[in-house]
């Protein structure tokens, strides 16, 4: 994410990285070798971030405190996206190399397991309240129950926006809303604003999921880090495909080729070329602004300036990210 | 396990089964599903049992109260055991089909880390102290890092015995220990009791898992529900094996094999010869009645009596164990 966002806590940043390297270093070497690869293979920090935000918006800001809760939500959000991996059989994520292609799938999913168990460590050994504990619970249950529906439902062309919605609340936006809310939740915010800054949260998660989808169709692989049109490849359709199955003239071939498990690349970039033509990209487009707004709409008055101003500049960066 | 070992807390164990069913139950179905084929697979449900026994050495014993904890120690070894079985490439276990061989690894990924998710949220839920959530996160750490070693080692015949018992240890009798100690945590024990509880149940561990491997030698498939010499063939070399490659005059020629990916299966029954023949099955039951002669020992002796002769039988049993 562009660094000027969120010079406002730029510092909570700085010393979330060494944060994370502590936290996942274990007394098995390999542990730490892979924990160590992860954590310089970078990333967002997005959950910490908005995580940090709402956490200064309170009286007492007390960044030791508060850290082991930001490296929590980031292992979270590692280890998931170390199984994702495995289950996709990715060779590499953001340019670097993925634990499965280094070490392996079957010592990535223990990898996957050691990072889930250490931020839960993290935080029960924190000062955080029992909510603090039993929202991280149901988060990653949410996210794996999420994971599970999308991969239970590949190659199906499954056509249900509200399906869609569910899904991609499950295995993003509902994240996000939760750093928010747990900022909100350590910094004492009343039980409005702690509510409210979830709602902000789910807004701008669905905002970066739908953008993350549509990217998929309309970047290029330099840019993503991977090929275009990688999840009709993997079997997943998302808004822009589902839009198009439902009013494209050529919905048909669509959805033949969507539920091929061995479609050529001729075949993908044939699907592709129906999803743009069906309008599939404007009206993800108009979903994305529609969630921003409501972003904007919903995000707490009686929230420090620097706070509100960056959680504005995430609103717009999300509305104008190109990876 | 033999039923009348636990007939002093069967009825303990008759609400665990329903409790195990409804904590596994989900939104999505397909979740419910496998985790009620799980539930139903059975299983020995020794730490829960040897959990209800501590709980039950305190004054004010309430079933509801614990039942979450029992619940969730039951969901952590079957999420752990499902990752297994993804790792080994399993098919059956204690009979039944594996999630995996069912649903497919990917699903099975994702059940698993579902399901230690959902253990963590009925803890975090319940009415427990920070100590035992610290224990539990604690212990999948330990759970996941012992798997990671012994997923490194495989195939390298490591003669070390200490790291045997390390790994062991980490894999199973940590998770024993921690299942009586935290019994007598919630039971309010004191301080000296718990801790000698922990002691009691890594001794039974200890010999737990060197039963274990001292049956995948012995036993046959029949009783154990997969191959014998599976551990070998899965390139893991367990305390007759390290006992053969120190002291069996053949012991270049069970390295050899030991170390080969893709050994026949007239080599397998070469080196479980060899094993037999080094005195490793007599060297490890020595170890067993060692760990076992031990747990007696630090059992503590202000238990309730019930507690006690349950606590023995269990020594006995594992003494004895054939499956």
């Known amino acids: 994410m562009a660094t000027k966002v969120f010079d406002f ?10 944060a994370l390297l502590e936290a996942t270093k274990a007394k098995v070497e390999l542990v730490t070798e892979i924990g160590s690869h992860l954590v310089k293979s970078g990333g967002k920090r997005l959950r910490p971030a908005l995580f940090f935000l709402a956490a ?10 508060v850290m082991p809760l930001a ?27 993925t634990a499965n292609s280094k070490w ?34 149901s988060l990653i249950c949410d996210l794996s129950a999420g994971e599970i529906i999308q991969n239970k439902e590949t190659y199906t062309a499954c ?4 399906e869609y919605y569910d899904r991609i609340a499950k295995k993003t936006a509902n994240f996000i809303a939760i750093s928010c809310q747990l900022g909100a939740d350590v910094a004492k915010l009343p039980e409005k604003t702690v509510d409210a800054l979830y709602d902000f949260g789910y807004c701008i998660g669905m905002a970066f999921q739908l953008t993350d989808d549509l990217l998929d169709l309309t970047s290029d692989s330099k840019k993503l880090g991977k090929p275009a049109g990688n999840d009709i490849l993997q079997g997943i359709v998302t808004l822009p495909a589902i839009h198009a199955l439902n009013v494209s003239p050529d919905k048909e071939e669509l959805r033949r080729i969507a539920t091929n498990r061995n479609m050529t690349a001729e075949e993908l970039a044939h699907a592709i070329d129906i999803v743009r033509n069906s309008g599939g990209i404007e009206y993800t487009k108009k ?22 101003e960056t959680y504005l500049m995430v609103v717009d960066f999300i509305g104008g990210r190109e990876f």
């Open 71 to 97: 490296v929590a939500l980031e292992m979270i959000h590692m280890a998931s996206l170390v199984h994702d991996d495995v289950i996709d059989n990715a060779d590499t994520r953001r340019g670097s190399a």
């Open 287 to 308: 979903k994305v602004q529609e969630f921003l707004n409501t972003a904007r709409k919903v995000l707490p008055e009686d929230l420090p300036a620097e706070v509100r």
């Open 104 to 137: 392996g799938n079957q010592i990535s999913i223990l990898s996957g397991d050691y990072l889930f168990a250490k931020a839960f460590y993290m935080v029960a050994s924190g000062e955080f309240s029992k909510r603090v504990n039993v929202q991280l619970a």
């Open 9 to 18: 806590i730029k510092e909570d940043l700085a010393v979330l990285e060494p």
């Open 56 to 65: 200064r918006s309170g009286g007492d800001y007390q960044r030791e405190r």
């Open 159 to 162: 056509i249900d926006e509200e």
